[in-house]
């Protein structure tokens, strides 16, 4: 399969479409794969770093902003749209890929649209229940659009088009084993751990508020295990900020601060609970896990998604949501302790996420795209 996928931006937009490439050459070792994104975005880094080559778009998103330096913005994003659409076709024409996959982010609408107009088979990942400004636009013509929440659907029109499939997980995490994970970390069959995170680069706002749980903990002396990764931004000064706030963690062992947390997969494997964001990548590893969570989703996302990925889980009993406006250091240690406290709740809420997970999302995935190419051969 000759495949070209495109997405960037965040994370979330990026590592499904790495996800199906690893499976894509698993099964397929000599097909090819390309990838399109911006310069600048996080897509610039990965996609390299797995060994994929990475065609570079020119293009902003718009902004929200109604000012005349807004709507300057959106003058040049919509000049840059324009451009990107033509760039992408002469990218298109010397690929000359059997299908195009979307996986979100603004960087993928000129690579989709162009594919379009080419009449290059196209499939669009929608990996966020509320689906995105990309999704909603290119739907109507892509061959395939792929959902990860049933809610997904009636947003979309309930279009024939449309399948259920999951999000993909990196398989590592769908490789992690429970036990052989607590047994690394040394942890006995009482002891419980909490793990957190809010992303590679950290969040400012919400590290202010771990550092004044992570105090509290110490000063209470709580019994859970935690650990707590600050991202880059946060690594230097948030030791300081946890010790302003009255505990030095070098005397509290059971608490850990570290920048990234490299061995994820085994850390929430072993976790008895999660607080993070309410991004679709990480959703998609928690439910593969069957693992409890607290979300503090960002409000700085667009159309607000990460509230509605967590809403979806939350309905299903599988996590708490705590909205970041109003939200204090004791607020998540309270939700924190009820929780870990509670083991029925903590049972339940395993049974739920696991409930949620798509089993081989990857492979079905990897069939939808076999399926519209080979429709296109005929």
């Known amino acids: 399969m000759n495949l070209y996928i495109t997405g960037g931006g965040t994370g979330g937009h990026v590592t499904p479409g790495l ?25 610039s880094r990965l996609v390299p770093r797995e060994g994929y080559p990475l065609d570079e778009i020119e293009i902003i998103g718009l902004s929200r902003k109604v000012s005349p330096q807004g709507l300057a913005h959106n003058a040049k994003a919509a000049y840059l749209t324009v451009t990107a659409v033509h760039r992408a076709k002469k990218l298109l024409r010397a690929a000359k890929p059997d299908c195009v996959l979307g996986c979100g982010g603004y960087v993928s609408f000129p690579i989709v649209k162009a594919a379009q107009q080419l009449g290059v088979p196209t499939v669009l990942l929608e990996v966020n229940a509320l689906p995105g400004k990309v999704t909603q636009q ?10 990860c929440f049933e809610q997904t659907r009636a947003l979309l029109g309930n279009r024939e088009n449309i399948r259920l499939t999951g999000a993909p997980v990196r398989p590592e995490i769908l490789e992690a084993d429970r036990k052989k994970a607590r047994a690394r970390y040394g942890l006995a069959e009482s002891d419980k751990l ?19 749980m992570l105090a509290l903990e110490a000063r209470e002396g709580t019994a859970f295990r935690h650990i707590h990764a600050t991202g880059a931004a946060a690594a230097k000064w948030m030791p300081d900020e946890v010790k302003k706030r009255g505990a030095d963690l070098k005397d509290f062992p059971r608490i850990e601060l570290t920048e990234y947390i490299y061995d994820m997969a085994d850390r929430m494997a072993a976790a008895d609970l999660i607080i993070c964001r309410a991004g679709a990548a990480t959703i998609g590893e928690l439910c593969a896990l069957g693992r409890p969570s607290i ?25 708490r949501v705590v909205l970041e406006p109003g939200c204090t250091p004791e607020q998540l240690l309270a939700a924190a302790k009820e929780l870990i406290n509670d083991d029925a709740r903590l049972a339940s809420m ?10 081989d999302a990857d492979g079905e995935i990897y069939a939808q795209l076999k399926e519209v190419v080979a429709a296109h051969r005929t």
């Open 138 to 147: 290119l739907a109507a013509k892509a061959d395939r659009v792929l959902i």
């Open 194 to 212: 909490v793990v957190s995170f809010w992303g590679s680069m950290g969040a400012l706002y919400m590290n202010r508020h771990m550092a004044g």
């Open 19 to 43: 996800a199906i490439a690893r499976y894509v050459k698993e099964h397929e070792p000599n097909s090819s794969i390309r990838f399109a994104g911006t310069k600048k975005g996080i897509e």
């Open 295 to 319: 979300m503090v989703p960002s409000p700085y996302v667009a159309e607000n998604h990460q509230e509605k990925n967590a809403r979806a889980l939350e309905e299903a009993g599988a996590c």
């Open 350 to 359: 395993r049974r739920a996420a696991a409930s949620l997970s798509a089993k």
